[in-house]
Antibody
């Protein structure tokens, strides 16, 4: 059974660095074709893909945010991390991690973690 | 980036009816278009990928068609549990991009 779960700080102040963790089970990120992505959704708005890391360690970023994003994974391939620097109120959103494989869609999603940026 | 234009934004229909949701890409994405259903308190659900391939567990009343730039999600014989938000997403190239969403409501 594939599960993903996001965790984050809940709330943080503008200009700080947001650190998010995606903990997953039921698959190995070292398996060929596996990809874990980060996606966010401000309240009442659409989904925005942020970044991804694949089974080979290759990383992909949304160019609109690339300078602020860092995606990584742990050596045991059971967690993926996302850091967003210099956050502001526009980064307030529910953040999801999701798994895709090969050239497919996001078949598995976490429930999301709400992050509020406020002073 | 590939821009995804989804229409309509809102749709009202009755159980038993059929509806269609459209998604247009700003350039060709081959067949690589996915459709998702979003409901409060539930994980987002992949319905269809690669334009027309039903994800395991997706009821057969859902179908997807299209290639290149124009795609359609059709839901036949609507069930009460089908009402919610639907999004398209291109999975042809990074950065992946989503449509703006369609809210399917009960008439």
């Amino acid at each position: 059974q594939v599960t993903l779960k996001e965790s984050g700080p809940g709330m943080l102040q503008p200009s700080k660095t947001l650190s998010l963790t995606c903990s997953f089970s039921g698959f190995s990120l070292s398996t060929s074709g596996m990809v874990v992505s980060w996606i966010r959704q401000p309240s009442g708005k659409s989904l925005e893909w942020l970044a991804a890391i694949d089974w080979d360690g290759d990383k992909y970023y949304n160019p609109s945010l690339k300078s602020r994003l860092t995606v990584s994974k742990d050596t045991s391939n059971t967690q993926v991390f996302l850091k967003i620097t210099s956050v502001d109120t526009a980064d307030t959103a529910t953040y999801y991690c999701a798994r895709s494989r090969d050239h497919g869609g996001f078949a598995y999603w976490g429930q999301g973690t709400l992050v509020t940026v406020s002073s | 980036d590939v821009q995804m234009t989804q229409s309509p934004s809102n749709l009202a229909a009755s159980p038993g009816e059929s509806v269609s949701i459209n998604c247009k890409a700003s350039k060709s994405i081959s067949k690589y278009l996915a459709w998702y259903q979003q409901k409060p308190g539930k994980a987002n659900k992949l319905l269809i990928y690669s334009g027309s391939t039903l994800q395991s567990g997706t009821p057969s009343r859902f179908s997807g068609s299209g290639s290149g730039t124009d795609f359609t999600l059709t839901i036949r014989n609507l069930e009460p549990e089908d009402f919610g938000l639907y999004y398209c997403q291109q999975h042809n190239e990074y950065p992946f991009t989503f449509g703006s969403g369609t809210k399917l409501e009960i008439k």
